[in-house]
């Protein structure tokens, strides 16, 4: 046996504090695997220690949330009997380690969540987040997360309807890899992890075990020194073959009422999987890990109980049910064995050639991981002062530039990559505002969307997580659809010192802010904390993944321009924000200011009202504003539609066509139709401007010249697959 | 016995990736590189002892299933 | 017509084809596991997309080899017509219903996007719908679809009329040959293709130019 020393206890990630309250839990030492066990299940990762003080105070209830946070993945009704699961994850260590693999397991992780619950997964979407263009590891890492994403997704055969990409010098140690998985339930049959009762069968389905991922504390401890080499941790590799195979076995199995309680052995694989579901179902499990399916020789209880061997289930089924199980399993040529039992005793006991190797109590585990007031610092929001910018400066020449940036230009060198529409359910494919995914065999529609603006955040935490919140909400409404709720995954830097923990604070408390105010409740998530290289957090970035309800998907709108001469509405108050806008930075060179305010009041009001005349049959045309500003809007309206506008609002400043204030809307329609929509705004209060109409092929503004669609579509084509060729990137201008 | 089987393109199939990894090795400074050709290998281990029918049976996996004989060819190596 | 569709480990498009065919043809199609060993008595069988044994080895090279295809190919011999459509199509030349072979994408990447085909064969049971020279634009999803043969068995496909559609001029997606993107066999009732006309069915999704691929089986076949 390993005798702990405190150099053990720090390699595992514990304090010192930490390892005393171990020992007062136990009453004893504890031994090296249980040692394991507690540095896994007490890790930020596992227990949110950092931030679960704060994560209570977000709303997580609604009238259609059947399962918030601490599940799987969140749960919400969309009538008919039918329920959406859906969670966000991140993966982005292992990606920036193996960006093939890193992503591909980061895919297949959290589409397990979500069919661990009975949902057929139904759509993926990501957000990444990547280094400065021109640093030397960015465009690999670039192509390996993105043919990683495609090639398990693909594979899986559940299309990847969208997401984000951007680039920031701040990632250039530290990307992110986010994955949303959307799947599809019947309200009875969701399936949860709670072990409920004793006498009951534990049940191991899936692939076998091997040494993939083992906790990297424990490399240089004295167990391993021996042969370190055959023994040393690999990278997780992902094989979406077998978890095809698994969700298909899974679903048939799930349509018997053979299951008691399922759960995905994800990050830190058994050991997480069997005490969380002892946890919540408040009995106790005893595995024989003698009986675990393994894949390399001579494993140890250690590397058993923390391997991350990927696409493997733990379920506890009822009594006698086994054979029914294992027949189905079988047909998928999968591993199936009874490896345990639940038990009354509220321990988790662990058994390997004949001795007992563990022997805890579950609550240790888990209700009594430490949670911690981490010191925390909010710095004082920026003046929200106009920043000097050349006014004189051509309007075309900056709209030329910016549609052919890094954050503005075309992903269609990510997303082709993709399967978008296999499933013959997507009616809404990446390129506009949220991407919509139909439920299958019926007329309801769902709208997807991640957003986070991570310069917001950076400059002021609390309105930039408002913002995330707020841009996710207005791209399900600009699409026609109700949102129904999110998921969020909190990316920040290291959580003990106390201006990154403030980020952290500022923004829960602005998503919180946000989502009671557009009633939209978080129902999952995920944190990633300690997000830095050599003392440079990232930028804050916590990704905010919406889900929307379209009731009738006959009556949606999209992006594109459908009609010349088509009257053009502007919806929202402009009043030239310029402070974070891309044209700042892209253009004048310079990050600084505050970021848009974010008036949930009006947001609600202006998208209720867009929303109404989608819902009425009335608008097939909106985009909402975002990044780059009211002329990059119209611009992407244009493009693809292939039909040009005229602005004639009157007013070419640069501040209003560039800046980025929040809770806008584009419309176009017909010119009758326009002007009783103007009426009706006002007396609706919802602020309401005209700004010119559809036609030509051009982007005209009356006082500021034209620029061809040609070549501003030239220019937004073409910068990534120029970044990607390993070419010189096209002049910026 | 072990086997291992290499599997590769047939000479005038078109290879992407062996263009590709050629380029990469150019533009990595070794300008000696010139044609490269990427390939599978297949490491398979057998309970026949007799050289001859390993050989046979090989060569039947190779003709059914390691190889598309339209594009493929293969060799087989064995070992005791 | 009635229908069966294949079903192998990781095909993903079966649910696409059966929608599709339940749709068009007005009645469900069978679905068939691959470790069955024999096709219902149908008039159509379709091999559907998908990733069949996770494309490892080759794809559709172990799909190939399983208990189902050796009924296929007999009832295939036999006359009933055979729809393989991307792994199928990659199944159907595994396994020498047709000629030729499927490569990686000439750029290496897997591609996902509508393209425009030309019917390029308007005589067949697939495509009597379609007048010769039409546009259709079906999607396309797949990582190896850049379709390989000699070119003495080109020219044969060609002079025989059994190349069925073609990539528009300039939207070849992967580098194929002449830019076929998908082939009749010789006795004209097998028909391989990368694209997905099953995809093209529903106006919601974008195209209905899929829809005449099925009806004129229907006609043909009832």
Not at chain 2, 34 to 59: F, P, Y
């Amino acid at each position: 046996m390993t005798v702990i020393t405190p150099e053990i206890v720090r390699e595992h990630g514990l304090s010192p504090d930490e390892y005393d309250r171990i020992k007062q839990l136990l009453n004893r030492e504890p031994n090296f695997v249980e040692l394991g066990v507690f540095s896994v299940m007490w890790s930020e990762h596992c227990s949110y220690k950092s931030t679960r003080a704060h994560l209570r105070k977000l709303p997580t209830t609604g009238p259609l949330v059947i399962q918030g946070p601490g599940e799987n993945a969140g749960v919400v009704d969309i009538g008919d009997g039918d329920a959406v699961i859906f969670k966000m994850e991140s993966h982005n260590h292992p990606s920036f380690i193996e960006p093939y693999q890193g992503a591909a397991t980061g895919v297949g992780g959290i589409m397990r969540d979500v069919f661990t619950m009975g949902a057929r997964p139904v759509a993926m979407m990501n957000a990444l987040r990547f280094g400065a263009p021109d640093h030397a590891k960015t465009r690999h890492l670039v192509s390996g997360v993105v043919a990683g994403i495609g090639g398990y997704g693909n594979c899986m055969g559940v299309p990847t309807v969208g997401g984000e990409v951007n680039f920031h010098p701040s990632y250039n140690g530290n990307i992110l890899v986010n994955a949303m998985c959307v799947g599809l339930a019947r309200t009875d049959k969701i399936f949860l992890s709670a072990a409920k009762g004793s006498g009951n069968p534990v049940v191991y389905v899936g692939s076998k075990t091997g040494r993939d991922g083992i906790h990297g504390a424990t490399m240089a401890s004295a167990e391993f020194n021996e042969d370190s080499e055959e023994k040393r941790p690999t990278v997780q590799v992902g094989d979406p073959f077998t978890e095809k195979l698994l969700l298909e076995a899974c679903l048939e199995l799930m349509a018997t009422d053979a299951i008691i309680a399922i759960q995905d052995m994800g990050a830190a694989g058994l050991t997480s999987s069997s005490a969380e579901m002892g946890d919540k179902g408040g009995s106790g499990i005893e595995l024989n890990l003698d009986r675990v399916p393994q894949r390399e020789e001579n494993m140890t209880a250690y590397e058993m109980l923390l391997s991350e061997s990927q696409e493997r289930m733990l379920m506890v089924l009822k009594p006698g049910r086994e054979p029914e199980a294992e027949r189905i399993f079988a047909k998928w040529e999968l591993d199936f064995a009874v490896i345990g039992v639940t038990t009354d005793t509220k321990r988790l006991v662990i058994k390997h050639k004949g001795a007992v190797v563990a022997d805890m109590p579950i609550t240790a585990l888990s209700d009594e991981a430490p949670v911690y007031q981490r010191p925390f610092e909010r710095k004082a929001a920026p003046k929200a002062t106009q920043p000097a910018f050349d006014a004189a400066r051509p309007v075309m020449a900056s709209l030329l530039r910016l549609i052919g940036s890094p954050d503005l230009c075309s992903r269609r060198w990510v997303w082709e990559q993709y399967d978008t529409t296999v499933m013959a359910d997507t009616v809404q494919v990446p390129g506009g505002d949220a991407a919509v995914v139909r439920v299958h065999g019926s007329n309801k529609a769902l709208a997807i969307s991640c957003d986070v603006t991570p310069r917001y955040c950076k400059a002021d935490p609390f309105e930039g997580a408002k913002q995330a919140v707020a841009e996710c909400w207005r791209n399900m409404t600009a699409v026609g659809a109700t949102p129904l709720a999110v998921t969020d995954n909190l990316n920040f830097g290291n959580p003990q010192r106390p201006e990154i923990m403030g980020e952290i604070v500022g923004g829960i408390d602005g998503i919180g802010e946000a989502c009671r105010a557009l009633s939209f409740p978080v129902v999952s998530g995920n944190c990633s904390l300690y997000n830095e290289t050599n003392g440079e957090p990232i930028l804050p970035t916590p990704a905010i993944g919406g889900v929307g309800l379209l009731k009738d998907v006959r009556r949606m709108a999209t992006v594109a321009f459908k009609r010349a001469g088509d009257a053009l509405l502007l919806v929202g108050d402009t009043k030239g924000h310029l402070g974070q806008s891309i044209y700042l930075r892209e253009i004048e060179g310079r990050e600084e200011g505050a970021p848009p305010p974010v008036d949930l009041a009006a947001e609600k009001r202006n998208g209720d009202f867009v929303r109404g005349l989608i819902e009425q049959g009335r608008l097939d045309t909106v985009h909402d504003i975002s990044d780059g500003g009211l002329l990059v809007a119209i611009t992407e309206m244009a493009m693809a539609g292939s039909i040009g506008a005229e602005l004639t609002f009157g007013d070419a400043a640069i501040a209003l066509l560039f800046g980025e204030d929040q809770g806008r809307y584009i419309l176009a329609l017909p010119a009758s139709e326009a002007a009783r929509v103007l009426g009706e705004a006002k007396a609706a209060g919802v602020s309401m401007s005209s700004l010119g109409v559809t036609g030509g092929d051009r982007i005209a503004v009356k006082g500021a010249g034209d620029a061809p669609l040609a070549k501003l579509r030239a220019a937004h084509e073409s910068w990534f697959p120029a970044l990607m060729s390993g070419g010189e990137l096209p002049p910026v201008n | 016995m072990k086997a291992r089987v290499f599997v590769t393109l047939k000479n005038g199939v078109l290879d992407p990736q062996g263009k590709a990894i050629g380029h990469a090795l150019n533009n990595l400074g070794f300008d000696a590189v010139g044609n490269v050709r990427q390939g599978k290998l297949i490491d398979i281990e057998l309970t026949e002892q007799d050289e001859a029918k390993a050989h046979a049976s090989l060569k039947a996996m190779c003709e059914k299933l390691l190889a598309n004989t339209v594009i493929e060819k293969y060799e087989i190596e064995l070992r005791p | 017509m009635k229908s069966a569709v294949i079903v192998f480990p990781a095909s993903n498009c079966d649910r696409d084809a059966q929608t599709a065919l339940a749709e068009i043809t007005g009645t469900p199609p069978h679905m068939v596991w691959h470790a069955e060993t024999e096709v219902p008595d149908v008039d159509l069988i379709v091999i559907p997309g998908g990733f069949s044994y996770g494309d490892y080895l080759r794809c559709g090279a172990m799909a190939a080899q399983s208990h189902i295809m050796r009924d296929v190919m007999k009832k295939a011999e036999a006359g009933v017509a055979v729809l393989g459509i991307c792994n199928g199509f990659q199944i159907l030349t595994e396994s020498h219903l047709l000629p030729g072979a499927l490569l990686r994408n000439a750029d290496l990447k897997f591609v996902s996007r509508p393209v425009e085909l030309v019917v390029d064969e308007s005589q067949s049971a697939f495509t009597r719908k379609y007048s010769k020279g039409e546009r259709v634009r079906f999607p396309v999803a797949h990582g190896e679809g850049n379709y390989f043969a000699d070119e003495e068995t080109l020219n044969r496909l060609e002079g025989e009329d059994r190349v069925v559609f073609r990539y528009a001029p300039g939207d070849n997606p992967n580098g194929s040959a002449r830019n076929i993107a998908g082939i009749l066999n010789e006795k004209r009732n097998v028909l391989g293709m990368m694209p997905h006309p099953e995809r093209a069915c529903d106006p919601l999704l974008g195209s209905t130019t899929g829809r005449p691929l099925f009806q004129s089986l229907i006609d043909t076949l009832s």
